[in-house]
Each structure stands twice: as structure tokens, then as C-alpha cells.
Nanobody
């Protein structure tokens, strides 16, 4: 079992910055790759970014490239999402997730139903 807890969400102005955190506990041996997804009201949950264990590789959705940065401390079982220059369209509930996949990119490809562990989500609201 893996437990994921997100924090750091809130209200941020467009062009500002915000950092989300995700703490993993339990059987963290299964956290081969970790990532962030988001879901806006009325929209499907979408992939944002993922990172492989020990930060070996990362993979970003085109919509956030150059603005968001993922980082991970595998020893401390922590992952962060640095959101720079957020836009109103980034407003969503952000979910931390983990899956036993061999690459960061794999988290963007596999069906989300195959991702067994999710956090409860943290709301991010970007004001214009």
C-alpha cells in the first residue's frame, strides 16, 4: 500500500508562482515513477508531468513545458511541482500519483485506471 498526500494548493495570481508537494508513505518501493495529473471542472483528468525514481528522467505535457518543473527526493519520498507563470487555464484539482512503470513517459501513456495509487488532490486556482 502507498499513501500519497498533496499540499501547497491555493490561490495564485497569473504570472506568480506556486509549489505543490506530495509525500509518499507506506510501501514506497513501488513508487518507480511519480507524477501529477489535474482535472478542471467539466473536464477529464489529464496528465501533467512525471518523474522516474531517483530523478533519472522526466516527461512533461506540452501544455506545461517551460512553466512547470517536477522534482523528487526519492530518499525522503517527496515530489514537488513548481508552477511558474501559471495561467487561469491551469486552474484544476491537482493529483499526485505513482505507478510501477519503467519510465516517466509511461505514466502519460498507460490508461489512468492502471495507476493504482492517487492522492486526494489539492485545489489550485489561478486568478487573472
Amino acid at each position: 500500500q502507498v499513501q500519497l498526500v498533496e499540499s501547497g494548493g491555493g490561490l495564485v495570481q497569473a504570472g506568480g508562482s506556486l509549489r505543490l508537494s506530495c509525500a509518499a508513505s507506506g510501501d514506497t518501493f513501488s513508487t518507480y515513477a511519480m507524477g501529477w495529473f489535474r482535472q478542471a471542472p467539466g473536464k477529464e483528468r489529464e496528465f501533467v508531468v512525471a518523474i522516474k525514481r531517483n530523478s533519472i528522467s522526466t516527461y512533461y505535457a506540452d501544455s506545461v513545458k517551460g512553466r512547470f518543473t517536477i522534482s523528487r527526493d526519492s530518499m525522503k519520498n517527496l515530489v514537488w511541482l513548481q508552477m511558474d507563470s501559471p495561467k487561469p487555464e491551469d486552474t484544476a484539482v491537482y493529483y499526485c500519483a505513482t505507478a510501477p512503470v519503467p519510465s516517466a513517459q509511461a505514466m502519460a501513456v498507460i490508461p489512468q485506471r492502471q495507476i493504482a495509487y492517487w492522492g486526494q488532490g489539492t485545489q489550485v486556482t489561478v486568478s487573472s
